[in-house]
């Protein structure tokens, strides 16, 4: 049990990732436990093997292409449609809050104008004019307004 | 005191495009191969380089020297390798069991006649095998277990310095290379032998 969870921690201790304490411990038991010392030479040897691969050098092309695509990008950037694109991100936003602002005062001002009380006479009068005062809710001889005059006979009845 | 680097930072952030192309000259190397470890192609790894100094060159401007420039940079091309390998699954052209194809051969070569002088035949043979399997063994790998390897291995990161590249905790990091060491180890076993008795 106890190789099981030093085992876990024998690649930080390679790696020389732990505290004293657990160094220590580690350390000793790796001169007793022969199973234990056989895994951790295991991982050294394969991180050695894995270091020891070649690095790449850079190709000789590497800057000028590096240069190249800053090139075309500042290029692109100095385009009249990416200079619009950047100016909708500005402009945008201010024209919105503009119409709501406008839209704002507006609205009060149309309601000092023109009191509330005015505005509801003249609509009164128009409804008497076009006769939409004496409407009524259902047309005559329709299905729904024979169904309420029968519901009311019968609250009459009961009544 | 101000790291080296991120002092060129800022002194290219005022407009001195020299010390960019100090910090392209000094970190150029270093990139190319943590994303050739993680890809496994030149030329895509130069290609990828180039993108993630694009990605220092635009973020110039809203730079802020929080961290270590090389957190930031290694952050960038982490971040860039992983990308890269979630749009190469989508349109499933990964394979881990794929054969070396002749271009990585012709790489290989190359970085063999940069390594040897005049390696016998029976070498570069062995040599190239010996490449191939532990590129394998290294593409065999989850990708933020593959990267927290290379990052180690390849660049000597500390736990700490690859947690915040990866941006977790430095208890998954150890979780990570565990898993990744051992897996290694046993896929590179026919390399390795054990005779050392030393102690550690």
Same mark, same amino acid.
């Given at each position: 049990?106890?190789?099981?969870?030093?085992?876990?921690?024998?690649?930080?201790?390679?790696?020389?990732?732990?505290?004293?304490?657990?160094?220590?411990?580690?350390?000793?038991?790796?001169?007793?436990?022969?199973?234990?010392?056989? !895994? &951790?030479? #295991?991982?050294?040897?394969?991180?050695? /093997?894995? $270091?020891? %691969?070649?690095?790449?050098?850079?190709?000789? @092309?590497? !800057? &000028?292409? #590096?240069?190249?695509?800053?090139?075309? /990008?500042? $290029?692109? %950037?100095?385009?009249?449609?990416?200079?619009? @694109?950047?100016?909708?991100? #500005?402009?945008?936003?201010?024209?919105?809050?503009?119409?709501?602002?406008?839209?704002?005062?507006?609205?009060?001002?149309?309601?000092?104008?023109?009191?509330?009380?005015?505005?509801?006479?003249?609509?009164?009068?128009?409804?008497?004019?076009?006769?939409?005062?004496?409407?009524?809710?259902?047309?005559?001889?329709?299905?729904?307004?024979?169904?309420?005059?029968?519901?009311?006979?019968?609250?009459?009845?009961?009544? | 005191?101000?790291?080296?680097?991120?002092?060129?930072?800022?002194?290219?952030?005022?407009?001195?495009?020299?010390?960019?192309?100090?910090?392209?000259?000094?970190?150029?190397?270093?990139?190319?191969?943590?994303?050739?470890?993680?890809?496994?192609?030149?030329?895509?790894?130069?290609?990828?380089?180039?993108?993630?100094?694009?990605?220092?060159?635009?973020?110039?401007?809203?730079?802020?020297?929080?961290?270590?420039?090389?957190?930031?940079?290694?952050?960038?091309?982490?971040?860039?390798?992983?990308?890269?390998?979630?749009?190469?699954?989508?349109?499933?052209?990964?394979?881990?069991?794929?054969?070396?194809?002749?271009?990585?051969?012709?790489?290989?070569?190359?970085?063999?006649?940069?390594?040897?002088?005049?390696?016998?035949?029976?070498?570069?043979?062995?040599?190239?095998?010996?490449?191939?399997?532990?590129?394998?063994?290294?593409?065999?790998?989850?990708?933020?277990?593959?990267?927290?390897?290379?990052?180690?291995?390849?660049?000597?990161?500390?736990?700490?310095?690859?947690?915040?590249?990866?941006?977790?905790?430095?208890?998954?990091?150890?979780?990570?290379?565990?898993?990744?060491?051992?897996?290694?180890?046993?896929?590179?076993?026919?390399?390795?032998?054990?005779?050392?008795?030393?102690?550690?």
């Amino acid at each position: 049990m106890k190789c099981k969870r030093l085992r876990r921690k024998l690649v930080a201790y390679l790696d020389g990732e732990l505290e004293e304490k657990q160094k220590l411990s580690i350390k000793e038991h790796l001169t007793k436990c022969r199973q234990c010392k056989k !895994e &951790a030479d #295991l991982l050294n040897k394969s991180f050695y /093997l894995l $270091k020891d %691969q070649q690095r790449l050098k850079p190709s000789q @092309g590497f !800057e &000028a292409s #590096l240069r190249e695509r800053i090139y075309s /990008l500042e $290029k692109r %950037q100095l385009l009249p449609q990416a200079i619009f @694109g950047r100016l909708v991100h #500005l402009i945008l936003p201010a024209a919105v809050a503009a119409v709501l602002i406008i839209g704002v005062l507006v609205g009060s001002s149309v309601e000092k104008i023109i009191p509330s009380e005015t505005v509801k006479l003249k609509e009164e009068r128009y409804l008497t004019s076009i006769g939409l005062d004496s409407f009524q809710d259902l047309p005559t001889g329709s299905l729904p307004e024979i169904y309420l005059n029968l519901a009311s006979a019968e609250e009459v009845e009961n009544g | 005191m101000l790291d080296s680097d991120v002092s060129l930072m800022l002194e290219f952030q005022k407009g001195d495009i020299s010390s960019f192309e100090k910090l392209v000259q000094k970190h150029k190397e270093s990139i190319i191969n943590i994303i050739y470890q993680f890809i496994g192609e030149r030329d895509e790894a130069e290609d990828l380089a180039v993108e993630v100094f694009l990605r220092v060159y635009r973020a110039a401007k809203k730079y802020q020297a929080k961290a270590k420039f090389t957190t930031w940079l290694y952050k960038i091309t982490t971040n860039l390798c992983l990308n890269e390998i979630r749009k190469k699954a989508k349109v499933q052209t990964v394979s881990l069991s794929k054969p070396i194809s002749a271009g990585e051969e012709k790489e290989e070569e190359l970085i063999e006649k940069i390594a040897d002088a005049a390696p016998s035949p029976q070498q570069i043979l062995e040599k190239k095998e010996r490449n191939a399997l532990i590129r394998k063994a290294i593409d065999s790998l989850p990708a933020k277990q593959r990267m927290a390897t290379i990052l180690q291995i390849y660049e000597g990161l500390s736990y700490k310095e690859i947690s915040r590249i990866l941006g977790c905790s430095v208890k998954s990091v150890e979780r990570r290379l565990y898993w990744a060491r051992t897996n290694l180890k046993e896929r590179l076993s026919s390399y390795l032998t054990v005779e050392s008795s030393g102690g550690f």
